[in-house]
């Protein structure tokens, strides 16, 4: 695309006209075509992601509850050495200490 685009300018052709974007799709071998048939619409089904036990109770057992990524829980333990519920835990301390969302 980027020759097709370049071999336009060196004919002269100005940008962004009819006849530039004509150029572009006969360079490309996609011009003067038949009609593109209308996507199909796929009706996809959408799922909860898989937790895989990240769902950790906090250490009170009170109702928080906190549902680690699978990025999180490799965090937790690849680079900070803790199991999920103790990082579960710091995420709940920090968040009752207003340094963090959940």
Do not use: C, W
């Amino acid at each position: 695309m980027t020759a097709a685009h370049y071999q336009a300018l060196s004919e002269d052709i100005p940008t962004d006209t009819p006849q530039y974007f004509q150029f572009i799709e006969n360079h490309m071998g996609i011009g003067s075509q038949q009609p593109a048939a209308p996507a199909k619409q796929r009706n996809v089904m959408t799922a909860a992601p898989v937790a895989r036990g990240g769902s950790v109770p906090a250490m009170n057992q009170s109702q928080t509850r906190v549902t680690l990524t699978p990025e999180m829980r490799a965090y937790a333990e690849e680079v900070l050495g803790m199991s999920d519920e103790e990082y579960a835990e710091a995420m709940v301390h920090y968040a009752k200490k207003g340094q963090l969302k959940l």
